[in-house]
């Protein structure tokens, strides 16, 4: 193949992934508001198995003598569980929507009120399913002997910690890896490559320690209702810097980018096909 066939293909390629992730986006878009509030509440719970089987691991940790490195690394597949879980689930995740709603507003396909509202609907209901599933996890992994809450506020401490500049800067980081994420789970091309994808940037996220604003969630609610040390104002420092973040990197970094890079590449597959 010539570098310019080669070329070609790859922007072809290019234009079919925004195509499915413009069609997505719309999609998305359009759905009623109870479909989507009980969709971003099942991602709001299903995303906080994750958290749980970090605690378990962390509390299993603490009494078998794990060596610290293998700890974090089983800590961080552990995370990815729950991403797993939400994305073949075709669950709504706010971050998914910080990269895949914005594409068809970029194309001209739908309004900015549209995404406001879709944001908002899926944000919340992503909020209290996490809550709630932080407070399940401090009400009943202690009481099976599965969790100690030391564990939970260990999890917690790891994004409270965190100075403001690293919150923000992490958040972003997450973001962005989370528009990656959309827009490779549209290139694979089988359940298994798709696993794949999701497990293995879930992973960086985890092992990176970088502030996911729905999954941290659930960690830091848990340690903030298992100790008093941490309390509400921990709680809204983590999610108003991690949520700023995530959407910075999934708009400006991955939609924008990625939606410039297509577009912006010459003449299209479209336009040839249409001559």
């Known amino acids: 193949m010539s570098g310019e066939a080669a070329a070609e293909a790859e922007q072809a390629e290019g234009e079919d992934i925004l ?44 009494t078998a003598g794990t060596g610290e490195l293998t700890t974090q690394l089983l800590l961080a597949l552990a995370y990815g569980i729950g991403f797993i879980f939400v994305v073949l689930g075709r669950s709504e995740l706010f971050t998914e929507h910080t990269t895949l709603a914005v594409l068809p ?9 549209k995404l406001a509202r879709l944001w908002g609907i899926v944000y919340v209901s992503n909020l209290v399913g996490a809550v709630v599933f932080g407070a399940l996890i401090v009400a009943v992994g202690p009481t099976v002997e599965a969790v100690e809450p030391a564990a939970l506020v260990e999890l917690a401490r ?39 994808v999701v497990w293995l940037v879930a992973t960086a996220i985890g092992v990176a320690h970088l502030p996911h604003c729905i999954a941290g969630s659930v960690e830091v609610v848990a340690g ?36 410039g890079h297509v577009t912006r590449s010459g003449p299209t597959a479209r336009d040839f096909r249409s001559d």
């Open 105 to 113: 507003v970029l194309d001209g396909s739908a309004s900015p009120a």
């Open 19 to 62: 195509d499915i992730e413009i069609r997505r986006g719309l999609s998305e878009l359009q759905r009623p508001t109870t479909g989507l509030s009980l969709s971003g509440l099942s991602a709001g719970l299903d995303i906080g198995f994750g958290p749980l089987l970090m605690a378990v691991i962390l509390t299993t940790a603490g």
């Open 224 to 259: 903030a209702l298992a100790s008093p040390a941490l309390g509400p104002m921990a709680f809204a420092r983590f999610l108003g810097l991690s949520t700023v973040g995530n959407l910075v990197g999934g708009t400006v970094f991955v939609a924008l980018l990625k939606y």
């Open 158 to 196: 790891v994004y409270t910690d965190q100075p403001t500049m690293g919150l923000l800067g992490g958040g972003v980081l997450a973001g962005w890896l989370m528009g990656l994420l959309t827009w490779l789970v549209a290139g694979a091309d089988s359940t298994a490559s798709r696993i794949f």
